[in-house]
């Protein structure tokens, strides 16, 4: 495989699965923060030392092969252009600060893109794997495997008290994040929402945007995480987590069951409406873009819509976003011809499926 194709493909291998509960719960991640204990953290490390880091990556994982998961690629931020980090980004595959601020930094990908690992990032290694649908359990069981390799030939920044040292003294102790991204348009059409994110962060979770900290829920896809990482275990935070999406999940589908009891003509008009934004429209603007696109994923689950697959929808929200559409142009592009592409773009592909 060569290193090309994770810029070239905007759905991931993994996102091609049918996940548990993939009608609410788009996909479950987990990721650990963790820190070598020989070097300052990368808030004040030396370029020096950043690249030292680097180094033992790159021969760490020479082999490229890790257990089951297969062999790893390295990118490094230097030698990559602007618009394949943005790439990157709208994959979810890194963050916005390794992209735009680290660089010394780098990444390791697995071919199915479920597993990566950021370099010098806030922290030295960030571990995130990523599976579809509500698969918290599976996706710690990957992401430990992963550490305990790494574990066996890094020494990390460890105390006994505390747990493990990060940069951000929110992610000390188990360093652990444990996320899933919900897609919950029936919580926004009965205005819900408004009550359950406040009851949500009074449980010590956090409700995010479609690409995390500080971004917005783009076609009501919703990220919710764990804010505690300290003085519990990490298979605690996951089965908390669990134990409230479960209650999300039973919300959002009494949300939709009463929606299509009170007003099922108006919904399927609506999702007929948006399908036909997205089939028809020359211009198309992308939070426009995601809102259609949560209409048709509901109306697919409401079984309005029979002929599109949903994982078409999933790879269009990525696929419309500025970097790919930039990537596919071959170059830069202003933002009105953004939506001028993203509208011809949307149009091919649902045209295959008439
Ligand atoms: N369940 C999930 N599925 C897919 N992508 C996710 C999921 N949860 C988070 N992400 C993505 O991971 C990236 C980082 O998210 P976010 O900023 O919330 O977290 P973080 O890495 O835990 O960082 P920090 O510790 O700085 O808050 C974002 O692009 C976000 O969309």
């Given at each position: 495989?060569?290193?090309?194709?994770?810029?070239?493909?905007?759905?991931s291998?993994?996102?091609?699965?049918?996940?548990?509960?993939?009608?609410?719960?788009?996909?479950?991640?987990?990721?650990?923060?963790?820190?070598?204990?020989?070097?300052?953290?990368?808030?004040?490390?030396?370029?020096?030392?950043?690249?030292?880091?680097?180094?033992?990556?790159?021969?760490?994982?020479?082999?490229?092969?890790?257990?089951?998961?297969?062999?790893?690629?390295?990118?490094?931020?230097?030698?990559?252009?602007?618009?394949?980090?943005?790439?990157?980004?709208?994959?979810?595959?890194?963050?916005?600060?390794?992209?735009e601020?680290?660089t010394?930094g780098?990444?390791?990908?697995?071919?199915?893109?479920?597993?990566?690992?950021?370099?010098?990032?806030?922290?030295?290694?960030?571990?995130?794997?990523?599976?579809?649908?509500?698969q918290?359990?599976?996706?710690?069981?990957?992401a430990?495997a992963?550490?305990?390799?790494?574990?066996?030939?890094?020494?990390?920044a460890?105390?006994?008290?505390?747990?493990?040292?990060?940069?951000?003294?929110?992610n000390v102790?188990?360093?652990?994040?444990?996320?899933?991204m919900?897609?919950?348009?029936?919580?926004?059409?009965?205005?819900?929402?408004?009550?359950?994110?406040?009851a949500?962060?009074?449980?010590?979770?956090?409700?995010?945007?479609?690409?995390?900290?500080?971004s917005?829920?783009?076609?009501?896809?919703?990220?919710?995480s764990?804010?505690?990482?300290?003085?519990?275990?990490?298979?605690?935070?996951?089965?908390?987590?669990?134990?409230v999406?479960?209650?999300?999940?039973?919300?959002?589908?009494?949300?939709?069951?009463?929606?299509?009891?009170?007003?099922?003509?108006?919904?399927?008009?609506?999702?007929?409406?948006?399908?036909?934004?997205?089939?028809?429209s020359?211009?198309?603007?992308?939070?426009?873009?995601?809102?259609?696109?949560?209409?048709?994923?509901?109306?697919?689950?409401?079984?309005y819509?029979?002929?599109?697959?949903?994982?078409?929808?999933?790879e269009?929200?990525?696929?419309?976003?500025?970097?790919?559409?930039?990537?596919?142009?071959?170059?830069?592009?202003?933002?009105?011809?953004?939506?001028?592409?993203?509208?011809?773009?949307?149009?091919?592909?649902?045209?295959?499926?008439?």
């Amino acid at each position: 495989m060569n290193e090309y194709v994770f810029f070239q493909r905007a759905l991931s291998p993994w996102m091609n699965e049918e996940g548990p509960d993939s009608d609410i719960v788009l996909s479950s991640r987990i990721r650990l923060a963790r820190n070598m204990k020989q070097y300052s953290f990368p808030t004040v490390f030396t370029n020096e030392e950043a690249m030292q880091i680097i180094q033992s990556f790159e021969q760490l994982f020479s082999q490229r092969r890790l257990g089951h998961i297969g062999p790893f690629f390295l990118l490094k931020m230097n030698e990559l252009q602007s618009i394949e980090k943005r790439v990157l980004v709208e994959k979810h595959l890194i963050s916005p600060h390794l992209a735009e601020d680290c660089t010394f930094g780098a990444c390791l990908l697995s071919e199915q893109e479920e597993a990566s690992i950021m370099i010098n990032e806030e922290d030295h290694i960030r571990i995130q794997c990523l599976f579809a649908g509500f698969q918290l359990k599976e996706a710690l069981k990957m992401a430990n495997a992963l550490d305990d390799w790494i574990e066996q030939h890094v020494d990390y920044a460890f105390d006994e008290k505390y747990g493990y040292l990060t940069s951000c003294p929110t992610n000390v102790g188990t360093g652990l994040r444990a996320s899933v991204m919900m897609h919950l348009p029936g919580l926004v059409l009965t205005q819900q929402i408004n009550q359950v994110i406040p009851a949500i962060n009074q449980l010590g979770l956090v409700v995010r945007g479609t690409y995390g900290e500080g971004s917005e829920a783009l076609g009501n896809i919703f990220q919710i995480s764990n804010q505690i990482t300290l003085g519990k275990s990490e298979e605690d935070i996951v089965e908390d987590l669990t134990g409230v999406v479960r209650q999300l999940i039973e919300q959002e589908r009494m949300a939709r069951e009463a929606l299509v009891k009170t007003s099922n003509i108006q919904l399927e008009d609506r999702v007929y409406r948006s399908y036909g934004v997205l089939t028809n429209s020359r211009i198309i603007g992308s939070k426009e873009a995601a809102q259609c696109l949560s209409d048709v994923r509901l109306g697919i689950d409401l079984g309005y819509i029979t002929n599109v697959p949903k994982t078409i929808l999933t790879e269009l929200m990525i696929l419309t976003q500025p970097g790919f559409l930039q990537k596919y142009a071959g170059g830069a592009l202003r933002p009105q011809e953004r939506d001028v592409r993203r509208a011809s773009l949307i149009r091919e592909r649902l045209y295959q499926w008439k």
